[in-house]
């Protein structure tokens, strides 16, 4: 997989948004200059993650806990830094009025909780023996 | 042939703009040596408010993230997320000439043109007397000297409840910058509930700030667009380098850069001072009457050690101590924090336990926008996609308090220089810092009444930050004020102790760091310390 699809791929988990070829580019120049590289079996498992993209939030949650530099949340880091400074995110994260807001927090919340725990059983069974 | 000055400047920051300053208003021939670090990367930067800018400008990354991204953060919270990619040449080249081994204490060094100065928060406050006094500096001529430097950087503020633990009776004072909604809120709650909030030894006062509201020399106000952090449009923020480039124009300034100061020998009639070229590393001598040393507390410690290498093993250090208070404000909870904003402190909560008109502690009072929130879900332990959600639903109502505590010097606060010649300078500073537990007991102590105090304030603290040791970037103590001339000490006027024209111009001689801002009091210091030396002539 290219790293067009794979920044599409984090762009879209993260915020449902898609990224150009540019942003492609510049997320491809980053990974080879940042220690964001991965070993020739994580690459496997990444591979595997981004083909089926709805485990990403799981996989990253589950990091989130048990190892927070492993270099899948980098790489997500990175697609969210990018993503950040990109007009396509500004309207969604700027804008601080909304309707029912605090049921959208509330949601969130125990959506986050709730991929918390499975995410650290997948983390559990799937990611870290991979390290190993 | 030797270069010959009358007064040798050593250092670019705040405090050796301010001494040069007035050694060149006085004709005094002045030589400013430093290593002057510039950003060689080049930003275009759109004179935009940071809304528009992330709304439209194609560009952003370039200078939110760095040219190659190297500006993202990783790891736990950077102590000083301003140091953006646009200043990142501010701490360039530190590592290399200026190591330092230490597992507790992590300083910020600067060798760039402006030192530290090119990313200070602005945040000035003008010490009382009893904290001038306990720092070891003459009361009236430091007052007289912050109306000076007053007028020289442009300083706003308001003389509020605030006024007599950061302003006193300093002059020329541009009006306060215009609060935004999330302060505007903290300051009415304080208003309102003023009296029982002062019972508890809360008072709030607007930040006094470099920063200017009015005109001033060709500056122009704040465009309140806040990006503060990325860039300085019309100069409205002061830096050191409007200065250095003001004296630059002057007869009677030379700036050298490039020049690394190792060590310095007195002699006869005159001082010969030894400086590295950082690029191509010969060394050189330049000679001069009167030498004054502003290399930053550490940088200065570092010289003084090398020139008397046989005497000074071990040195007293002094690094305030700072926390973070991660707050949520319920009244802005979904309310448009506004377009129109400046990036820096707005609101100070001093708490004055005794009642006696001084600080115990600080905490400077922070919205949080254009630092961007992926710096924020990084410290979230949960999936980016929820976190940067949760983020930006909450942006408006988060609050964060920067919490000072006044530092004292003990046994277990010191550096020491250690020969090694796999360095650069051929040698390489320990430094150990650490609090007892009385220290400890009192911070937690002040911690817990700043944080019932930022309730009635309408502001729930919820998470709390411990950056360590050296985070605060406030620094002193290693050469104390002291009269009777103890070795390693300085005289009242800035002169080190056992020499006759060897003057210290930073924050080497305060004996104890009040809980706030040091650099108001080193510039006004500087200031103070170049008039004894054009006294001395
Ligand atoms: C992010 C940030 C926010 C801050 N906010 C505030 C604030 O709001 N309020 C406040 O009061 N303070 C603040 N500070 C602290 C403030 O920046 C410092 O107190 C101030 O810069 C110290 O000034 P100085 O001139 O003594 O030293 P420095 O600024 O450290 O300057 C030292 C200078 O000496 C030069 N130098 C060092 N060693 C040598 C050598 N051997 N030879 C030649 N030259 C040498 C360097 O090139 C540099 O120019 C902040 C700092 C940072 C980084």
Known sequence: MGYKEEINILWRTLLNVSADERVAQRYQEAVETLPYTLTPKERKVWGQLLRHAWLLPYVDAGLAIRNSQHPFRKRMYLALALLEAHPSSADFLLTTRRRFLTARVALISLRACVRTVLGIVIVTCIIHPVRV | MNKRHDCIVVGSGPSGAMAAQTLVEHGVDTAMLDVGYTSDAKYHIPDLPFTDIRRTDPSQHEYFLGKDCT?????????????????????HGVEHWLPIESSTFHPYQSLAYGGLGNAWGLACFAYTPDELHGIGLDVSRTQDAYTTIAQRIGISGEHDDGGPYALNHVEYIQPAATLEPSMQHIYAAYQRRRKTIQRHGGRVGKTPLALLTQHLNGRTPTPYTDMDFWTNPGLSAYRPAITLNALKKQRHFTYYSNRL????????????????HTDTDHTETMYCTRLLLAAGTLGTARVIMRSFPNAAHC??????????????????????????KISYSQLTLFLDEAGDGNASATAMLYTYRSLLLFRLANQLPINYADAIRLLAYGSSSLVIAGIHHAEHPSAQKYIRRIPDASRATADVLQATYTLNAAERARHRQHERRIASILLRLGCIPMYRIDPGHGSSIHYGGTLPFDPTGAPYTLAHDGR??????????????????????????????????????????
């Not at chain 2, 100061?261 to 002699?267: D, G, H, N, S």
Request: hydrophobic share 40%.
């Open chain 2, 315 to 340: 040195l007293p250090l002094l690094s305030g101590t700072y926390h973070y208070l991660a707050c949520i404000q319920p009244a802005m909870f979904g309310k448009d924090p506004g377009t129109r």
């Open chain 2, 261 to 276: 100061v190792l060590a310095f020998a007195e002699k006869k009639n005159e001082i010969a001072v030894t400086a590295q």
């Open chain 2, 496 to 537: 080190l102790s056992g020499t006759r024209h060897i003057y210290i111009a930073d924050g080497s001689g305060f004996r104890y760091l009040p809980p706030k801002g040091p650099t108001f009091t080193l510039m006004a210091n500087a200031h103070v310390v170049a008039t004894h030396v054009i006294n001395s002539r």
């Open chain 2, 71 to 91: 500006g993202i953060p990783t790891g736990n919270i950077h102590t000083a997320p301003q140091i953006t990619p646009p200043r990142l040449f501010t701490t």
